[in-house]
């Protein structure tokens, strides 16, 4: 066990639908070496993983919950082709951890989402945390917006995709994120209208990507090219890239607990909005 008298170090577990299976395997990978971190920030799948994560469970019990859960589970289209309701991750969330507030979690946390009306990122660390990771997960197109605090919230992926500077807001000296979907940014060789528009929205989404990466000290970053966002399959094996991205970053993760403390000057992002 590390101690933590010296250094305070934060983790952000970043967006990608399905792909965000593998932030278990790097959760695994910090059990075995006994690292704990100080505060939890997370975006999408990666809220949903650092609630969790935040809450107190182990690697075990969250794979105990995932290993059940369907995209139908989630997903409840009355009809096709229409954004769903959120209502049935809002029952997973507080059949698990309980009618709660983000507030409560044993560990400091955040997560991020996007409010459509003010076109603001929004870093949400108290209010009800079922309907905040709602927020956070509510892909534009796929799920509806999510009401919160006179706000209309939407993924936080839209601007916030892996929120490492989350963390270092909140005192953190160093940050390790964890990004699942590193594969965003392939390009396309088709002039189709609709191969075009989709490579574009994925340079857009690697552009988003580059904050997180600058304001990390470690990435770790797994193979997850060949899972679907969309679909559940593949579960164990994403798990398993995630274990094995993280154990080859250990050297690294580890160097940071052996560093001093930074003296930082703490500022407010004016673009951001802060509930806390």
Do not use: W
Request: aromatic residues 10%.
């Amino acid at each position: 066990m590390f101690r933590r008298d010296k250094v305070k170090i934060g983790i952000a577990f970043g967006g990608g639908g399905a792909r965000g299976f593998s932030h278990l395997g790097a959760i695994k990978a910090f059990e075995e070496f006994g690292i704990k971190f100080d505060y939890v920030a997370g975006t999408s799948a990666g809220s949903l993983v650092g609630a969790f994560y935040a809450a107190g469970y182990s690697f075990q019990e969250m794979y105990d919950v995932v290993k059940t859960m369907r995209v139908k589970d989630i997903r409840k289209n009355v009809l096709p082709f229409t954004p769903s309701k959120l209502d049935g991750l809002i029952n997973i969330v507080k059949g698990r951890l309980g009618d709660i507030n983000v507030q409560d979690l044993p560990k400091p946390f955040s997560a991020v989402a996007v409010d459509l009306k003010s076109t603001k990122e929004v870093c949400i660390s108290k209010g009800n945390l079922a309907k905040a990771l709602a927020g956070s997960c509510a892909v534009p197109g796929v799920f509806q917006p999510v009401e919160f605090e006179n706000m209309l919230l939407a993924d936080g992926g839209l601007q916030n995709t892996i929120p490492a500077d989350i963390p270092r807001y909140f005192g953190c000296d160093y940050v390790v994120s964890v990004d699942v979907n590193k594969s965003r940014s392939y390009g396309t060789d088709s002039n189709k209208f609709i191969d075009v528009i989709m490579c574009s929205i994925r340079i857009l989404m690697k552009s988003n990507a580059v904050r997180g990466y600058v304001n990390s000290d470690v990435v770790i970053a797994p193979e997850t090219k060949r899972f679907k966002a969309t679909k559940t399959d593949g579960l164990d094996e994403m798990i398993e890239e995630g274990y094995k991205a993280t154990i080859d970053a250990m050297p690294a993760i580890m160097e940071l607990f052996r560093r001093k403390r930074k003296n930082r000057c703490k500022t407010v992002p004016k673009d951001i909005i802060f509930l806390k």
